[in-house]
């Protein structure tokens, strides 16, 4: 069974870094594309980024492109999201979950109901 663990979160000042952490137990990710999602207080859980199990496939949200990069170590069977020039709307629990795929180069952040694992979730403020 696959088990996730997010870390990395933390209270940060508006234009600080931060890189999340989401390392497997269980099962290596080989067969899985990852995706981290975010859900802040009153709001439904979106989807921040993706990258495909060959990680030639990535996908960004709109309000990340540009700050945010999503990479992948399957030796380490770890997916990591750097986040930089952190914004105050960036405060959310962030989420990751794991999409068994035989497609090797694709990955959605459209359709959480694909993400069949998830991790429990760190909590990322951006306040000064």
């Known amino acids: 069974q696959l088990q996730l663990v997010e870390s990395g979160g933390g209270v940060v000042q508006p234009g600080g870094s931060l890189r999340l952490s989401c390392t497997a137990s269980?099962?290596?990710?080989?067969?899985?594309?990852i995706g981290w999602f975010r859900q802040a207080p009153g709001k439904e859980r979106e989807g921040v980024s993706c990258?495909?199990?060959?990680?030639?496939?990535?996908q960004y949200t709109d309000s990340v492109k540009g700050r945010f990069t999503i990479s992948r170590d399957n030796a380490k069977n770890t997916v990591y999201l750097q986040m930089n020039s952190l914004k105050p709307e960036d405060t959310a629990v962030y989420y990751c979950?794991?999409?068994?795929?035989?497609?090797?180069?694709?990955?959605?952040?459209?359709?959480?109901?694909?993400?069949?694992?998830w991790g429990q979730g760190t909590q990322v403020t951006v306040s000064s």
């Open positions: 979950g794991a999409d068994w795929t035989a497609y090797s180069s694709i990955c959605t952040i459209i359709s959480k109901g694909r993400y069949a694992y």
């Open positions: 269980g099962s290596t990710l080989d067969n899985y594309a």
């Open positions: 990258i495909s199990r060959n990680d030639r496939g990535t």
